[in-house]
């Protein structure tokens, strides 16, 4: 999920999101020129054939899973983020992936008070909108948004209270309760537990209460859960659930109360759909893995309803950080009487079974509104995939006073007719939108005025976005026949056998000008604002405690991102890995890098190497940020060296299809794909670092044409 492990792309520039044992010895060789199953052949094979995907994950990142399992087995937190450090140090030194951006630090105009939603780097929570404060007449001006901001600030030290409402009024503000936004691809279910992707989850998050929730100032609250205590040993969380909560149908009436069984049925229906969310909590949750692998009974997991009020969670160890897991999709409710009415059945068997069949499993079908019921702040009333996605105000929500929206709507838009966009913006249709060149919407907004009477730079997020090179391929056309790569058969040998080697990697990586890359669609003053150089936030977490590994101390404090750039440092890569630079851009090592490769490689391969990339045309960011990738790959490394097919795709479907929503490694259809981002889902660095772990288990690695 953006938060929702999130993956997420970026077609229209909108407001808001413009868019989850034992210890192993590892000493990775602190090197630059190693080369991973790259071997020179007498004869070239005739025909491309698809590589081993555990083979390919065990040379080129095997000790990277072997650090992930030492630092869970560390016997403190501190201990724990430092292995994780170096890790992470490990992955960006493999150049199998490069971080490019993460979200906003944008110019953004906005009618919308700061820090009116959920306030926390992980979970879905930041997606829920019931919070959110409107102007209805104005955007802010940067002097408002700076005492609002004022205001935050003191409440959270617990010096006075956050009123944006009042604030607003006493500015000679109105407020509309009517919040509308855009959206680029519609939910394709209604199931938050069988879905991972960030446009399911942004709408269905504000229809679904967990059992706790972050408020505004990043302070975690009940919610249907009204209270929670932890044994001794920090095993076992019982949840006492609030009673009188209820499921609601689409059109508001009550359907049933919310009980702890409805949280029991939820996590057994997540466990049994595997959709991605089900590896956050193997080895956490006691039971899941022998019941997600080895035929384990339902009774053995961890997670039981004790009576209608208590739920019951049993860890298999110690887990600091699991209270922040708990505003992540995987751990919704569902109200189970619903689900069994409309086919749902427990078992991962049976349930497969039963979802095959279309005409007795109608649970959560995007099509119908109505087969889902709700117990969060808003009601699903319309969802139509072109053109309109709609909530409403729950009448029998639980906390009604937190309801400060009456509805959300999200309204189609691919990008395509920015002008109509701002116009919409500042006739006070959708409440803002960030300013950007490559749009338009900067010019415009210099050329009537609201840029210099209401522009700020929006914050940056957790949310990382990233570039992965395809060390597997398996699709070279979609099966409509479109986005079809022109390589031949030769040269797909020659560019996976390239991609298998390190020093190429570094080539490809190191000549990649992200500011270039960012400023077509930013303008050059803001380039490198949102420039994001390594996987974690680089201040996601930060040491409690001294901490000395391999002789060097890390002090209490240190933020998590210095620990990395000490480890990237002892790998001699040059990467520089605090955000707002280009920390990867560098040219001269690019060219050493391939004079390093192309003696490794010798014979094996033909040049030039062909790297394809996969945009979107009717978007004019795309377009413009393809060919800034093409002119710096090509302008460092030369043409004659490694060439940069665009591949047009010419409906956000195909686009989606070649890399965002691509099911697997194999499905893949790039050579490199710049599209997908994770936002974390919990408060402990795995939440990123796990997404790139083997054999099936990472949900990231699909980015790098693996499982």
């Not at 691809?185 to 209460?209: F, G, R």
Request: aromatic share 12%; net charge negative.
């Amino acid at each position: 999920m953006k938060k929702l492990t999130v993956i997420m792309l970026v077609l229209a520039v909108a407001l808001t999101s413009v868019f989850a044992s034992g210890a192993a010895e590892s000493t990775p060789a602190p090197t630059t020129t190693t080369t991973e199953a790259t071997q020179a052949v007498a004869a070239k094979p005739s025909t491309y054939v698809r590589g081993d995907d555990e083979e390919i994950y065990a040379a080129v990142l095997g000790d990277y899973e072997a650090l992930l399992d030492e630092a869970k087995a560390a016997a403190s937190d501190s201990e724990r983020f430092v292995i994780y450090a170096r890790a992470e140090a490990y992955l960006l030194d493999s150049a199998v992936m490069i971080p490019t951006t993460t979200q906003n630090g944008a110019y953004t105009i906005s009618r919308i008070a700061p820090r009116t939603v959920p306030y926390v780097q992980w979970g879905n929570d930041d997606d829920r909108w019931k919070g959110t404060i409107i102007s209805g007449d104005s955007f802010l001006t940067p002097a408002e948004r700076d005492e609002l901001l004022e205001q935050w600030a003191a409440a959270v030290k617990g010096e006075g209270t956050y009123d944006p409402e009042a604030y607003l009024i006493s500015k000679g503000h109105s407020i509309n309760r009517d919040y509308k936004t855009t959206f680029s691809t519609a939910p394709v279910t209604l199931d938050t537990l069988n879905t991972s992707s960030q446009s399911d989850t942004e709408i269905l998050v504000n229809c679904t209460d967990n059992l706790v929730q972050y408020n505004n100032l990043g302070q975690m609250i009940p919610a249907l859960a009204e209270s929670w205590s932890v044994s001794d040993d920090g095993l076992v969380y019982t949840f006492n659930i609030r009673k009188g909560a209820t499921w609601s149908t689409s059109e508001g009436a009550v359907y049933a109360e919310v009980t702890a069984k409805d949280f029991e049925a939820g996590f057994h229906h997540m466990l049994d759909a595997q959709a991605g969310l089900e590896w956050l909590v193997e080895g956490v949750i006691t039971g899941v893995s022998d019941y997600l692998y080895n035929g384990g009974k339902w009774d053995a997991v961890g997670y039981k309803a004790v009576d209608d009020y208590t739920l019951q969670i049993t860890l298999e160890f110690p887990a600091s950080y699991f209270m922040t897991m708990l505003t992540y999709s995987c751990f919704a409710p569902i109200c189970e009487s619903f689900y069994l009415a409309h086919g749902g059945v427990f078992g991962i068997e049976e349930y497969a079974a039963a979802y095959a069949d279309t005409n007795a499993y109608t649970y959560g079908k995007a099509t119908d509104v109505s087969s889902q019921v709700y117990n969060g702040a808003f009601l699903l009333q319309q969802l139509n995939d072109a053109s309109i996605i709609k909530v409403v105000k729950n009448p029998n929500y639980y906390d009604p006073e937190s309801q400060k929206i009456d509805s959300i709507t999200w309204i189609y838009d691919n990008g395509e007719n920015m002008a109509q966009f701002y116009k919409d913006v500042c006739d006070g249709v959708y409440a803002g939108c960030g300013l950007t060149s490559a749009s338009g919407t900067l010019e415009w907004a210099k050329a009537d005025g609201n840029f210099d009477k209401y522009h700020y730079i929006s914050d940056t997020t957790s949310t990382t976005y990233f570039g992965g090179l395809n060390l597997n391929r398996g699709t070279y056309a979609l099966a409509s026949g479109a986005c079809a790569s022109q390589q031949t058969e030769a040269q797909k040998i020659d560019t996976h056998t390239a991609l298998m080697n390190k020093n190429f990697r570094k080539a490809v990586q190191f000549a990649f000008d992200k500011a270039t890359y960012n400023a077509v669609s930013r303008g050059a003053d803001l380039a490198t604002t949102n420039l994001r150089n390594m996987y974690t936030h680089p201040e996601f977490v930060q040491l409690s405690e001294d901490v000395t590994f391999q002789g060097k101390t890390f002090v209490a404090g240190t933020m998590y991102g210095e620990i990395v750039q000490y480890f990237v440092d002892q790998l001699g890569c040059p990467v520089q890995v605090a955000d707002g630079i280009d920390g990867w851009y560098h040219p001269e090592d690019a060219k050493k890098h391939l004079e390093a490769a192309k003696a490794e490689l010798g014979n094996s391969v033909s040049y030039p190497i062909n790297i394809d990339v996969v945009y979107y045309s009717a978007s004019a960011t795309q377009v413009a940020q393809a060919q800034a990738y093409k002119q710096s790959i090509e302008g460092v490394l030369g043409a004659e060296n490694v060439q940069v097919n665009l591949i047009e795709a010419t409906t956000s479907a195909d686009f989606y299809a070649c890399g965002y929503r691509a099911s697997n490694g194999e499905a893949g259809l790039f050579d490199m794909f710049y599209g997908s981002g994770w936002g974390p889902d919990f408060g402990d660095p795995c939440t990123y670092l796990d997404t790139f772990r083997g054999n099936g288990a990472g949900y990231m690695t699909k980015v790098i044409g693996l499982f």
